[in-house]
């Protein structure tokens, strides 16, 4: 790591310092990462109290937590020491934030239904904190029926989620979405997640109109792919990171307004300062959205996944010796973008996104009128640029006054100057 990305990682961490951190560790091979985990939230000056689960203690063991933590690790709810003045109340309490690295499917289970049968799973029922959890788990488990069912009402819960990303996993051969996150994203969204607000002085009061010039405006910006299952296993779907997406929201929120994020799948951490709604496939992600109207602006970046499949598998599609390739009916998704674009609540500054591989601008034209937006955002996604999925853009920015060309700048440099162009769109049409 050089220099100046060390220096931007110690300024996104800032939020740990002083702060203190239970950090639950359950078992998963994954487990491992959590020592370097504990490294980067100490040296971010956060203090560490490790929790680990029976499973993570055959992975890891409590010696090398506790060296790196600095601290005892707690293993035992029935401890005769520890328990005497209820020690899993005290952990429970005695934090900033509760940190669940890897989180696996087990106590994800225990968690969503209330259940308490060891150490971990009883003080994340007796907490009072926020509660941030990094899933780890194989692909299929991931995405079977019961864990979506779990993740959904953990979020109705309000436990924060970083992850998982997709890449390679233990087993050899598996690949797929359950890798836990790096340790580096789920240190970055533990700080983003406690960092408190700043108190705005009088100075700041005074100058809200220059620094906050979308104070009291709302947005809602759609970010990262869609998933649209095929069956329990199989999804269509795209290489959208959401980094474009969740970039601009900040940005928005940066400027003051109060912003709704709606997020398909992604390996991100969930931005500062804004409202997410998570969400799968393009029919949720267009009922997150008209549910967050009304709002004075729309900047539709998520890659949504033009069709599904007219009817969804119940059972994974095998396949056999001799068979034929199955055929899968598709049907069109709405358009969200249309739709907010013609709505009768539609927002002041209606903003659309075209990624395209050919005829960028006579594209990106043809979509600003037939979607009835303010502004298309048109770029080149390729795979010779490397646009999508990765940390830079070039981005052609349409409207009906005319064509700005952008030079090449990573997404949050994008993001901010789109944030400040929506903001003189906005105020010039109050």
Known sequence: MDERSQAQDD???????????????????????????????????????PIMTEGAQAFITPLAVGALAADKVFVDLFSREDEQDVGHIRLARDCDLVLVAPATADLMAKMAHGLADDLASTVLLATNRPVLIAPAMNPVMWAKAPTRRNLALLRDDGVHVVGPAIGEMAESGERGEGRMSEPADIALAAARLIEPPLAAGPAEKASTQVDKPLAGRRAVVTSGPTHEPIDPVRYIANRSSGRQGHAIAAALAGLGAEVTLVSGPVAIPDPANVRVRHVETAREM?????????????????????????????QKIKKAPGDAAPALILTENPDILKTIGHHAERPAVVVGFAAETQSVLANGRDKLERKGADLIVANDVSPRTGIMGGEHNQVTLISRDGVEHWPDMDKATVAERLARVIAERLISKS
């Open 11 to 49: 300024t996104s961490l800032r939020g740990l310092a002083g702060r203190r951190v239970l950090l639950i560790i359950a078992g998963g091979i994954a487990a491992y990462k959590s020592l370097d985990l504990i490294r980067r939230l100490r040296a971010a000056g956060a203090a560490v109290r």
């Open 286 to 314: 267009l009922d997150a959205v008209m549910t967050s109207l009304p709002a004075d602006i729309a900047v539709m970046v998520a890659a949504v996944a033009d069709w599904r499949v007219e009817s969804l598998s119940d």
